[in-house]
Structure formats: C-alpha cells, structure tokens
C-alpha cells in the first residue's frame, strides 16, 4: 500500500478559497479522517486527490511519485461518493466490475474478484439486482466494493455513511473499519461527523476554512486542542468569560491558573467529564473552583449530565459512571485541575 | 352537492381533449377513408361510389412504393444526421454553467421561429449552384464546375435536417434526464478514460433521450412537405409531396385520399417495429 503526501495544496473558486494551502501525510495502510464543518473545503481537497478537479497550486504524491497532473483514470483511487453514484443501467456484478473490465483483467478472473468483493461486503447472491433494487445500506456496500475490488492506492470516501439512517451507519462504521485493516488500505476519509472520524480513523485531521488546524489521534486532539476552533468543534467544552487581574486570571472574582495564556480577552475551556462534583464548602486542594446551584440534572442515554449554574455562567457537568447525580435544586460545587482547563483567546461577537 | 365518482369525474376531465380528436382528427380520417373508396369520373370529377379500384390501382403501382422507400430513406438520413448532429450540442446545453444558457437554448431552438419557406431561401443560397459553398469550392480551385447540392435528395436531406434539429434538441434535452456528472466521475475513477466513459456511461444513459428524439423528428420528416418540395425542385418524390400533387394538382381526390391513408399505415408499422425493439434495447 503506497503513501500519499499532499503538499500546499490549494484551489479557489473566484473569491473563495475553497482549500487553501493543505499539507497532509497519510502513511501507508493508514486511515487518516478529514473533520470538519460543511464548506471547509474537504469534498474540494478529496476530488483533487483523486483528479477529479485540478488543484491551483500544490502537490500530489503517491509514494514519493508526483501525481498531480496525472488525469483521473489513470491514478488508480477506489472513490465512493456521497451520493454512491451507482451506474443505474448496470447489474451489481457489472458496477462492481467495471474497474476490471478497464484495467483489461479476464473474464474469469473478474467474475471471482467480482464474487469475492461481493462477499467481503455480504451481498453474496445479489449481484444480479439493479442497484435501484437494493436499499441504502446495500447501495453503499456496492459503491464500497467497486472501489475495492480495484485494489485502490489510496480508498477515499466522501461523507460516506451520512445518507444511511443511524443504526446503519454503526454497523458500515465497524464494517469499513474491519475491512481497512484487513487489507491495510491507505485510506482519507473526509467527515463532519466525529464520531465517524474518531471511530474510523488511526489519526484526525481537522479542517478549518481550507486548513488544516490540528491533526493527531482522536485522543490528542480531545485532550489538548491547539485552537479555540478544534476545542469547541471536537467533544463538546465549557466555555466560561476570563477577566485579567493584576498578576493572574479570575473567573466571576475567583483566581484561576491556565497553563498557557493567549493575549487578549480569552475564555476558559474546560471538557464536562473533567469537571467534578463537590460538596458547597469541601475544601478542593490543587482545584479551581465555583459554587452554584444544580439546575437540571438529566440522563442521555447511559450517561448522567448535570447542569450547574455558577457566577461565572453555566457549567455542565458528567460524572463518571456509577456515581449518584445531585438533586435539582441543591447547593453544589465544581472544581477541575487547572491542568485540565485550556485558555482560548475570545472570538469577535 | 352531488358526489361524482372519482372515475367518471376523471374521464370528464378527457371529455374536451375527446372531443376534440373526435372532431378534427378522427371524423375527417373517417371521410378520408369513406372518399378513398370512389372514382374518379371520365371528366376528372371525383364520382361517389364503393370499388377497391384505386386501392388496387395505388398498390399495384411500382411508383407509389418508389415513393415509399424515398420517404422512408429521406426522413431515416435526416433523423439520424439531425441526431449526430444535435447530440454534442444538445449534450453541451445541457451540462453548461454558464449564465447564459437559456438564451442558448433559445437560440438553438430558433429556426423553428422562421417560416420554413424563409429557411429554405437561405439554403439556397448556400448551396445552389452559384451559392457560397460552390463559390468557395471554385475559388478554391477544389472544383471546376458547381458540385449539385440542391434540387435533389442531398439538399431535401439537408434542409430537412436543419429543420428538425431544434426538435431533436429539446427532445435531447428533455430525455436526459439520468444523465450524471457523478456517474462519469465514477467511471473516471474506476479507470476509464474520456471515450470509454462515454461508451459505458453517457451513451447508455442517453439512449431514453435518442430513442424519443430519434422517434419525433423521424415522424416530422415522414411528414415534411415544404422543405423536401423546395429543396428537392420536384425531382425528390415523397408520399407527402405526391398527397399534395394528388389533391391539388391532378384534382384526384380519391387517390390522394388513399394514399394518405397509405402513409398512415407505413408510419403505424414503421412505429410499432420501432417502439418494440426500443423496449427491447431498453430492457
Ligand atoms: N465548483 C465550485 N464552484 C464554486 N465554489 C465552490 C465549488 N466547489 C466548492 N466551492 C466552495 O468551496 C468551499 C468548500 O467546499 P467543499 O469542499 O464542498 O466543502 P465541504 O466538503 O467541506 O463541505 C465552499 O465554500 C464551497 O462553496
Ligand atoms: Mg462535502
């Protein structure tokens, strides 16, 4: 399985600059997600890896091999689009097998890759079905092994699973995951979903305005984000005003630490599983802390969140499995390690 | 209020679209076929009678199948020319972004503004013997005499051609549809070049869009009278043009009757084989 090496890659539309820059490595039988909000440009970044746009500026390389001018046909990606792009007028087995039947393999040995990618999907059986025959879930799973059965460089799915209903797309989840690792396939796969980044993929990239802003494993870039923009997309985040005193920070009057302060106004960021739960007066050593009044405490799914009202505005609060939830109503306070909290500098309202 | 059933009030609503077809369409067909059946006396009148003698006479005359095949060649030729030509243009109006592609399409479908006798004028001038194709050919020292392009069938079938084009583009243009970008991405991605893309994709994908283009303008040309009677200068002999002699020329009602009839049926045929092999294509 070869590497692809993106270098400043850039390309705009007018006035916009739909990517902008990008530079990314994915290493060989990596699985690298492409996170970001809709319109960041990562639909653009995916159709330039695979030829299908001409990028302005930058480069494409396939093990070390420029590939950036090199037209669609000829570079050899498994792409499975949003929307499947299914060819409509041809069996399951035909659209499965159209990228043999280019690379001129034969007859017999098409029809048992044929056969085998229909297995490695579980549509044994069907491939004689139009794909309007099909359902969503099994429309995905040709698209799916029509780039595989090509044995791709690199497989590229954009948005893959966002057309299939939830329950579904677990299973496609686990299902793609399994078969990428398998075969170790290089593979992008561009996202808005974290979920879908963080259960897919060996490392995340996230993209920002045509950029990448951070990239690193689901881990790295939940624990420490670089930017405001990383903290607030991926995971969820308490966002609580700073003031500056003389020598330090302050929140709602209270002192607080934060490891690495930005110039300017700047907010504090603090994730609701690292936010414990104490008694109105315990005294909380080696904790910066508030006290507040519990306002909703609610069960999402097998998870407890707590909603606290403070001074310094609302905190929301995930104790660890097993713990027993406060009372709606009660006098509370909460406290995080100051290493936990990040500082962000505060956006233009 | 008094409820209507729901399929009586819905054939009410067929009701003026029947009565119309009943009174335009089908009576005059019925006396078409009522006045195919009389002579025609000594004199030249037409005599009201009952005999197949017309009939016979018309089906026994090599002549009436001369011009059946004419008319079956001419609007064949200039269907497909109409198609070849039509397609890329019709293809390229259909996938544009530019701004102006409506007014595009509304200057592809144009001609069909201009009287077909005005269009005519213009071919000739383009292709008669002294028009601007021969003046260039002879210019050019291509040619030493004037190549003969119009009043025979070529000019009829270019004519004709020109004049079904606006049809076969909107009937392109409606038919297609199914036709993806994203599909012929994805068969650039699975490895096919241009051609092959076409081939296995935008071609098939098409093939709703050409089968009705190709079905309309094939029933226009069947019944194109001008443009053939003009550019062909009466040398190209049609059903059409013959219908017209016929009824107003010879003053043989009768026969000109027939041979309407005639035609009707060659078409019916010609559409029937044409609309059972398309399913079959299609399938
Ligand atoms: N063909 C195009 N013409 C003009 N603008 C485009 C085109 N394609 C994408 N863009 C713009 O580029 C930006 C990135 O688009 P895209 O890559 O589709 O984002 P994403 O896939 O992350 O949602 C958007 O602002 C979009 O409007
Ligand atoms: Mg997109």
Redesign the pocket.
């Known amino acids: 399985m070869p590497s692809l090496s993106i270098q400043g890659l850039t390309k705009r539309?007018g006035a916009?600059v739909?990517v902008d820059g990008l530079s990314l490595d994915v290493g060989a039988g990596e699985a690298v997600a492409l996170l970001?909000p809709?319109?960041?440009?990562?639909?653009?970044?995916l159709r330039m890896v695979a030829g299908l746009i001409e990028p302005g500026d930058g480069s494409i390389r396939l093990d070390g091999v420029d590939i950036t001018r090199q037209p669609a046909y000829r570079r050899g990606m498994g792409y499975v689009f949003q929307s499947y792009a299914l060819f409509p007028h041809m069996s399951v087995s035909a659209n499965v097998g159209f990228g043999l039947d280019e690379r001129g393999v034969g007859r017999a040995e098409r029809d048992q890759r044929v056969s085998q990618a229909l297995d490695l999907v579980r549509l044994q059986g069907l491939g004689h079905r139009k794909p309007k025959e099909l359902s969503g879930g099994q429309q995905q799973r040709v698209a799916l092994a029509r780039a595989l059965v090509i044995k791709p460089a690199v497989l590229l799915l954009d948005e893959s699973l966002s057309n299939l209903d939830s329950k579904l797309r677990d299973a496609m989840r686990q299902e793609i995951r399994d078969i990428q690792r398998a075969l170790s396939i290089t593979t992008l796969f561009?996202t808005h979903d974290q979920i879908e980044a963080f259960t897919m993929c060996d490392r995340i990239a996230v993209m920002e305005k045509g950029r990448i802003a951070q990239i690193g494993s689901a881990r790295d870039i939940y624990d420490d984000p670089v930017s405001r923009f990383v903290a607030q997309f991926v995971g969820r985040a308490n966002v609580l005003p700073l003031t500056r005193t003389g020598d330090g920070l302050s929140l709602a009057g209270a002192p607080v630490s934060v490891s690495s302060v930005p110039t300017g106004d700047v907010d504090l960021f603090i994730r609701p599983q690292l936010v414990k739960l104490l008694a109105p007066s315990e005294p909380a050593s080696g904790l910066d802390r508030l006290t507040g009044k519990v306002t909703r405490v609610s069960f999402v799914g097998e998870r407890v969140e707590v909603v606290v009202d403070t001074a310094a505005g609302r905190i929301i609060v995930e104790p660890p499995a097993g713990t027993t939830p406060p009372d709606e109503g009660a006098d509370i306070g909460v406290g995080w390690r100051p290493a936990d909290a990040r500082a962000f500098r505060r956006e233009d309202a | 209020m008094t409820a209507i059933p729901k399929s009586r009030s819905l054939a009410l609503l067929a009701l003026p679209a029947a009565l119309l077809i009943v009174g335009v369409y089908a009576a005059p067909m019925v006396g078409l076929g009522r006045m195919s059946f009389n002579e025609t006396g000594p004199t030249g009148a037409m005599v009201n009678a009952f005999s197949f003698d017309i009939w016979a006479q018309m089906l026994g005359d090599d002549f009436t199948w001369e011009l059946t095949l004419n008319s079956l060649w001419l609007s064949f030729v200039a269907t497909t020319a109409a198609l070849v030509l039509g397609y890329p243009l019709a293809l390229f109006l259909f996938r544009t972004e530019s701004r102006f592609r409506g007014l595009l399409i509304v200057l592809a479908v144009a001609p069909m503004l201009v009287s077909s006798v005005v269009r005519v004028f213009g071919w000739l001038a383009i292709l008669g013997d002294r028009g601007f194709i021969n003046f260039l050919l002879m210019q050019s020292g291509l040619a030493s005499a004037p190549t003969r392009l119009v009043y025979n069938l070529t000019g009829a079938a270019i004519g004709l051609t020109e004049s079904l084009m606006p049809y076969m583009i909107l009937a392109l243009l409606a038919g297609f549809g199914r036709l993806d970008r994203t599909l012929e991405e994805a068969s650039a991605s699975l490895g096919a070049p241009a051609w092959r893309t076409f081939t296995r994709v935008t071609l098939p994908l098409s093939l709703p869009a050409i089968l009705l283009g190709w079905l309309l303008c094939f029933v226009l040309a069947m019944s194109a009278y001008v443009t053939p009677k003009l550019l062909g200068g009466g040398r190209v002999f049609l059903l059409a043009t013959e219908i017209y002699d016929q009824a107003i020329t010879t003053v043989n009602w009768p026969l000109a009757a027939a041979l309407a009839l005639f035609t009707l049926v060659v078409l019916t045929l010609f559409l029937g084989t044409y609309s059972a092999l398309s399913r079959k294509v299609q399938a």
């Open positions: 539309y916009t739909a970001g809709s319109g960041c440009g990562k639909t653009t970044t561009v």
